[in-house]
């Protein structure tokens, strides 16, 4: 059984740092699309920021067992197949990539304007003001949420388990659910625990070393 906990952690650090690496990519994009076209944005575009607002909200309203249902064609399409640890990272990814790309938004806006107000005056591009002015500013902000994003993924793989995602939820169904093994559930609890505690104080170090 250790060995089958072991590789079960294995997977789901796997999937849960890979999709939170590109959900953090492509949310990072999406954020400064919003923050740009926004109301008083750098570059005001309502409507490709109401557009853009609801394909994200859209994409937020599923809950992540239907969501993963409903991708298991792109995801086959992707990569050959939909399930599996591999598989499972597809719908990971777009799953939290939503959520990550609201909260860099709202740590853009948090940016005291004058600060962007002063960059423009001084003949700042709009690159130099997000990538030089707005990020160095938000840097703790967006720490903070690509930590809850990533417990956010850590909670999505283990559901991932249920429907063939492999990782601790699929030990947690297969041997602590259906064989009656509730120590094995238990196990399961206490490394998500474990792994979750160790996300979130990495999290705050990294948090405060930012915010000095």
């Not at 952690?9 to 796997?14: A, D, P, Q, V």
């Not at 238990?186 to 000095?212: C, D, E, F, R």
């Given at each position: 059984?250790?060995?089958?906990?072991?590789?079960a952690?294995?997977?789901?650090?796997?999937m849960?740092?890979?999709?939170?690496?590109?959900?953090?990519?492509?949310?990072?994009?999406?954020?400064?699309?919003?923050?740009?076209?926004?109301?008083?944005?750098?570059?005001?575009?309502?409507?490709?920021?109401?557009?853009?607002?609801?394909?994200?909200?859209?994409?937020?309203?599923?809950?992540?067992?239907?969501?993963?249902?409903?991708?298991?064609?792109?995801?086959?399409?992707?990569?050959?197949?939909?399930?599996?640890t591999?598989?499972?990272?597809?719908?990971?990814?777009?799953?939290?990539?939503?959520?990550?790309?609201?909260?860099?938004?709202?740590?853009?806006?948090?940016?005291?304007?004058?600060?962007?107000?002063?960059?423009k005056?001084?003949?700042?591009?709009?690159?130099?003001?997000?990538?030089?002015?707005?990020?160095?500013?938000?840097?703790?902000?967006?720490?903070s949420?690509?930590?809850l994003?990533?417990?956010t993924?850590?909670g999505?793989?283990?559901?991932?388990?249920?429907?063939?995602?492999?990782?601790?939820?699929?030990?947690?169904?297969?041997?602590?659910y259906?064989?009656?093994?509730?120590?094995?559930m238990?196990?399961?609890?206490?490394?998500?625990?474990?792994?979750?505690?160790?996300?979130?104080?990495?999290?705050?170090?990294?948090?405060?070393?930012?915010?000095?």
């Open positions: 059984m250790t060995d089958i906990l072991t590789t952690l294995g997977e789901t650090i796997y849960s740092f890979v999709s939170t690496f590109f959900a953090v990519i492509i949310g990072f994009f999406l954020a400064i699309i919003l923050t740009l076209t926004s109301k008083d944005g750098l570059r005001e575009n309502l409507k490709v920021y109401a557009t853009l607002d609801v394909v994200i909200n859209t994409l937020r309203s599923f809950p992540f067992i239907i969501l993963m249902i409903i991708l298991f064609p792109v995801t086959k399409f992707l990569i050959g197949k939909s399930i599996g591999t598989a499972a990272i597809i719908p990971l990814t777009i799953g939290a990539a939503p959520f990550i790309a609201r909260l860099i938004e709202s740590a853009f806006k948090e940016v005291d304007f004058g600060v962007i107000q002063a960059a005056s001084f003949g700042a591009s709009d690159f130099q003001i997000i990538f030089k002015i707005m990020l160095v500013e938000a840097l703790p902000s967006i720490i949420a690509i930590t994003t990533l417990i993924v850590i999505f793989s283990a559901m991932a388990g249920a429907v063939g995602g492999g990782g601790l939820g699929d030990v947690a169904i297969k041997y602590g259906y064989r009656f093994q509730t120590e094995t238990i196990y399961t609890v206490l490394i998500l625990i474990i792994l979750v505690q160790a996300v979130q104080s990495l999290g705050n170090y990294l948090y405060k070393i930012t915010k000095k």
